[in-house]
């Protein structure tokens, strides 16, 4: 069983369309971060949240943490080719050291 | 500022061989991380240390895997002897901190057993 669940596990779309991807579970993170991965490379980390209901923004992409810390999404507007990749969500269970990786969204932007 | 160095890229054996993989973490990071990601999955903890000490190895198969970090800079990681269920990238990551952190990762290294 995943702690951290991630849907959808993949996702197919054209260029220009938005998407959302969630990232939920049924424990309390004291902060969570979104990775990128390419083929052939390690994760990228994108961004970190650590206030539940904190909103960032990382240019065309917003992530977003969950009031009650359980959960979060990564919304990408006009996604563009340059997007795809597997997108991780991470997140750092309270009073733990250690990350718990979902299994990943595996992202593909059609041109 | 050079990156999380790993080696080798890829390898090959056999069920029962042994293998072992290095890495040399970002200079000045303390906290060395190795994760093990199977296909299609996240990368899952094997083990944390800080310097030259073992924080977190509560995943690790102790019965097969070993990893050491002597001097508190690279570290390697041992499989003796591997099984089919180990083909994965095998990743290494490193921070400045303990705590959930930044964590730069390397490339991996892709192992298959056969």
């Known amino acids: 069983t995943q702690l951290l669940e991630q849907s959808p596990q993949f996702l197919s779309i054209q260029e220009g369309e938005n998407l959302t991807v969630y990232c939920n579970s049924s424990s309390v993170f004291s902060s969570l971060q979104w990775y990128r991965q390419e083929p052939g490379e390690g994760p990228v980390l994108l961004v970190t949240v650590v206030t539940g209901g904190e909103v960032k923004k990382l240019k065309r992409l917003t992530f977003q943490f969950g009031d009650a810390r359980k959960d979060s999404s990564l919304h990408i507007t006009a996604a563009q080719p340059g997007d795809t990749g597997l997108y991780l969500c991470a997140g750092a269970l309270q009073g733990a050291q250690k990350l718990v990786f979902g299994q990943g969204t595996r992202l593909t932007i059609n041109p | 500022e050079a990156g999380v160095a790993q080696s080798p890229r890829y390898k090959i054996i056999e069920k029962r061989q042994s293998v072992a993989f290095w890495c040399n973490p970002i200079?000045?990071?303390?906290?060395l991380y190795w994760y093990q990601q199977i296909l299609g999955q996240g990368p899952k903890l094997l083990i944390q240390?800080?310097?030259?000490?073992?924080?977190?190895d509560s995943q690790l198969p102790k019965d097969r895997f070993s990893a050491e970090r002597l001097k508190g800079v690279d570290s390697t990681l041992k499989i003796q002897p591997a099984k089919l269920e180990d083909s994965a990238v095998y990743l290494c990551?490193?921070?400045?901190?303990?705590?959930?952190?930044?964590?730069?990762f390397g490339p991996g290294t892709r192992l298959t057993v056969l």
């Open positions: 240390f800080q310097n030259n000490g073992v924080v977190d």
């Open positions: 200079s000045g990071h303390a906290t």
């Open positions: 990551a490193s921070s400045l901190n303990p705590e959930p952190d930044t964590q730069y």
